[in-house]
């Protein structure tokens, strides 16, 4: 006959602890914990023996005395730039999905005069279990020493060697595949002269250079190729625009590197007179919200951010609890968003 589960004085029924599958079980406290952390120091006999009163009496360990053991925390910290519109969708995101599962969060901010191991250690600094960067700009060492100290998530970026042996992971948009869809749509309407202006040293940007590069030549357009310079904001779009502009002709189309820079080029064009898409047609990356006003409607590629930022939230919570995934590169699909911004070109 099993032991029924005990109760408080109140007569509310008490949550079985780790003391009560130790008591039952005959052996001590450090024994069961290391059971049920799946570490060596138990015949398989006592090991199964343990595990079946576990389940019997219903106990479940509790992840936050185990971080709170560790020196860590319910608060997952997150590096954001906030000038970047698609970032500050992802946060709007990302707390919901932490409070759904017992998480706080701490937002820290990146900015131009605030290096990103500036950032880093000042989430450390308030003791957070774990770190969700957003489009980091770092390399690759950077980010596996600081998931020597904690579990780290990196959102919207590639990183090459993640192995699943260490608490690093990625949450990313298949960039290569959402370009390629870009390229693909502007061919199909017609469209062989397609710049692109690239993003720089901006997160996502090789990739879609990469990519841009790899689509053209699929269609036979290599001698169309034409990459200009940028960034993924306003003031590199617009600088692209007027380079465009003082071109002795004008694309058909053009593919930014981000919203942010095709919004920078759709105002230089405008105000030079140039109709888009009669006489260029434009398209952006992200989908970020300002781009979906009716008085811009910018045609471009879709990044999931509920998604994105709902498995960083779980990723990190994950390795957090659990240790390292094996599940570290978590790869979500574009899709095309076509507005008011592309068109057939003009004949």
């Known amino acids: 006959m099993s032991t029924p589960r005990r109760r408080r004085t109140n007569g509310a029924p008490r949550r ?16 069961v914990s290391f059971i049920l952390d799946g570490k060596p120091g138990a015949s398989d ?16 360990p509790d992840s936050a005395a ?49 290096s990103e191991a500036a950032v880093t250690e000042s989430l450390l600094s308030h003791r957070c279990g774990a770190l969700i960067l957003l489009g980091p700009k770092a390399d690759d060492e950077f980010f596996a020493g600081l998931a020597s ?37 502007l061919v199909g309407l017609g469209h062989r002269s397609i710049h692109h202006v690239d993003g720089g040293k ?49 694309p058909t189309a053009v593919l930014a590197g981000n919203d942010r820079c095709a919004l920078g080029i759709l105002d230089v064009f405008t105000r030079a007179g140039v109709d888009v898409p009669g006489q260029v047609s434009l398209m952006g990356y992200d989908d970020s919200r300002l781009s979906e ?21 779980e990723l990190a919570v994950q390795m957090l609890v659990d240790g390292p995934s094996r599940a570290s590169d978590v790869v979500l699909e574009p899709t095309l968003i076509v507005r008011g911004t592309t068109g057939p070109p003009h004949r």
């Open 149 to 185: 100290r904690v579990p780290v998530v990196v959102a919207c970026r590639r990183l090459t060697g993640l192995d699943g042996e260490s608490p690093l992971a990625t949450v990313r948009t298949n960039d290569a595949k959402g370009i390629r869809q870009a390229v693909d749509y």
């Open 45 to 60: 006999e006592t090991r199964q023996r343990v595990l079946a009163i576990a389940d019997e009496i219903g106990y479940r």
């Open 293 to 313: 006003n009716p008085r811009i409607d910018l045609t471009t590629i879709h990044q999931d951010a509920h998604e994105i930022a709902r498995n960083a939230v």
């Open 16 to 31: 079985p602890t780790m003391a009560d599958v130790a008591e039952r079980a005959g052996v001590s406290r450090t024994l």
């Open 66 to 114: 185990r971080l709170l053991a560790q020196g860590r925390s319910r608060t997952l910290g997150v590096m954001s730039d906030i000038r970047q519109l698609f970032e500050a969708e992802l946060v709007t995101h990302i707390y919901p999905a932490a409070e759904h599962l017992g998480y706080e969060v701490l937002l820290s901010a990146n900015l131009p005069d605030r």
């Open 202 to 250: 901006d997160p996502g940007s090789a990739d879609r250079l990469r990519a841009y590069r790899a689509a053209m030549r699929a269609h036979g357009l290599a001698e169309e190729i034409a990459v200009i310079a940028g960034a993924h904001n306003e003031e590199a779009g617009a600088a692209a625009a007027r380079a465009m502009l003082a071109a002795p002709a004008l």
